[in-house]
């Protein structure tokens, strides 16, 4: 079974879902309250696994309660959790997201442990079990430090193993070329391609454009991320691909685009072609935001195929 190795941030994810979001100095009573085990790298590690995929995680938790959940929760997933480790420095990471009755949401993270997460936690992974040289792809974003990200970059590089940024949250500095060189496949929503390429990014047009920016730069693949239109998908060999987005009644979008990204990261470690995985990553997502949550939200292989 194809090995998928998601490197990257876990967070317990404090949600409230209300009729409105509150403005500055507004307090908006009646919602529900959930506690859920989320962080985008952990969110990816559980869409890869609910989908069938063989993976382990790379990341830090606190040495705490919340920490100790998120790594129960991602062994019962079937993830391998031997590299996600307790720091006793520093809390679990914590994200705060309201979200309102259309489905929308504003999240607010309090990072913790994963600003700890080090090149020397990826070099252990790799010494102790071969994580990096072993895996048949790489995923991680934008929640650990851009030093790991960058070493675990050349890594992918040295072992010539694909490797997968899902560039969020959203980079208003953009990326520095010499990680976006070294990026089999990169995947942003149309706010993120628009803070790396400074191209504003509205439509399949303007997507286009960007496509072409990080095409330039070196980036192989790219699929930018449509919302509701779908998304385009480029291998730069001939014009992008749209891939429309399934019709869903939405819930709650928090982790539909961690959900892209670890169905995405499972079909293009079975083989499928760029294409194929997003027709089958757009479908997950889509399913994924008919549901409350992050982790809770990650549809099934059953649910996705059936």
Do not use: W
């Not at 992974?125 to 990096?132: Q, T, V």
């Amino acid at each position: 079974m194809a090995k998928i190795v998601v490197i990257g941030s876990s967070n317990t994810d404090m949600v409230i879902k209300s009729r409105t979001i509150p403005r500055p100095g507004e307090t908006v009573i009646g919602g529900k309250f959930v506690c859920n085990a989320g962080g985008k790298g952990a969110n990816q590690a559980v869409a890869a696994a609910r989908l069938g995929g063989n993976v382990a995680m790379i990341a830090r938790v606190g040495a705490d309660v919340f920490g100790e959940q998120a790594r129960n929760g991602l062994a019962a997933e079937g993830i391998d959790v031997s590299c996600v480790k307790a720091d006793p420095d520093a809390a679990t990471g914590i994200a705060l997201i309201l979200v309102d009755e259309n489905a929308e949401n504003s999240i607010s993270v309090a990072s913790g442990a994963n600003e700890n997460l080090s090149p020397a936690d990826v070099d252990e992974a790799e010494e102790k079990f071969g994580l990096i040289s072993g895996a048949d792809i790489l995923v991680v974003q934008l929640e650990t430090p851009m030093a790991t990200l960058l070493h675990t970059a050349e890594l992918a590089e040295k072992f010539n193993i694909p490797l997968i940024l899902d560039p969020a949250p959203a980079p208003k500095e953009g990326l520095p070329d010499e990680l976006l060189a070294r990026l089999t496949l990169l995947k942003p929503n149309e706010t993120e391609a628009s803070y790396i390429t400074g191209i504003e990014v509205t439509d399949r047009s303007s997507a286009a454009r960007a496509v072409e920016n990080l095409h330039q730069r070196g980036v192989k693949q790219v699929i930018i991320t449509l919302g509701k239109e779908g998304v385009l998908v480029s291998d730069g060999t001939g014009e992008p691909v749209h891939v429309p987005a399934i019709q869903v009644e939405a819930v709650d979008s928090t982790a539909a685009g961690d959900c892209f990204s670890g169905a995405l990261a499972c079909a293009l470690a079975e083989g499928k072609t760029l294409v194929e995985a997003a027709r089958f990553a757009s479908r997950a997502a889509g399913l994924s935001v008919t549901k409350l949550g992050a982790q809770q939200s990650m549809p099934t292989r059953n649910e996705v195929e059936g």
